[in-house]
């Protein structure tokens, strides 16, 4: 076991015996990637934020039943993305995904960086290219080179097999290579990640 997961799983004890601190660690480490994962894909914000707030509701009524975690974000990326379909479907409210929160071009390093000219007409390029993408698609390319999952994760996160999962990111690392002319900087941090 890694020293962060050792430190999970000690907090995650913690949270489940009852530590409030604990617990609002947990919810302060956690939130705000949440909250940037969940409005990826619905476009009323508050409704992303409610979901979270029910989330960590439900935890804490709950916590003296649940397992045992060593990788707290995998579990809460997995539990706010099961909640969040399940209101779609119940409730009709429109999962979407953001790609304008999705892109973050300015994050390359400066050499890598076009003028702020030709990075809006790079952004609008690639966000016209990954919106051709199946909603999965994109979900995956999120979850591995934004988030920093594994392959294992992303599987199970998504409830699909990692074969299914691998075959995704490479049909859409293959389209964006297609298309690599129009964002060569994306590609090359894609890159460097995509070989796992």
């Known amino acids: 076991m890694t020293i962060h997961s050792t430190h999970d799983a000690e907090q995650w004890n913690a949270f489940r015996l009852g530590d409030k601190s604990a617990y609002a660690q947990i919810y302060e480490r956690y939130f705000d990637a949440l909250y940037a994962y969940g409005k990826r894909f619905v476009l009323d914000h508050t409704q992303v934020e409610d979901a979270i707030q029910d989330l960590f509701i439900n935890l804490w009524r709950t916590r003296e039943k649940l397992s045992a975690v060593d990788n707290i974000k995998f579990y809460l990326f997995r539990s706010l993305r099961r909640d969040i379909r399940r209101l779609s479907e119940k409730e009709k409210f429109s999962e979407t995904i953001?790609?304008?929160?999705?892109l973050l071009i300015n994050e390359y390093p400066a050499e890598e960086q076009a003028s702020p000219e030709s990075q809006e007409e790079l952004t609008q390029r690639l966000i016209a290219i990954l919106k051709s993408l199946p909603k999965r698609q994109l979900e995956a390319i999120m979850l591995r080179y934004y988030e920093n999952f594994g392959i294992d994760e992303i599987a199970s996160i998504m409830n699909v097999s990692e074969k299914t999962v691998r075959n995704t990111l490479h049909n859409s690392i293959t389209l964006l290579r297609k298309n690599s002319n129009?964002?060569?900087?994306?590609?090359?941090?894609?890159?460097?990640?995509?070989?796992w």
Not at 98 to 102: A, K, S, T, V, Y
Not at 182 to 195: G, H, N, S
């Open 98 to 102: 953001d790609l304008e929160n999705l």
């Open 182 to 195: 129009l964002f060569y900087p994306l590609l090359k941090l894609a890159a460097i990640y995509f070989w």
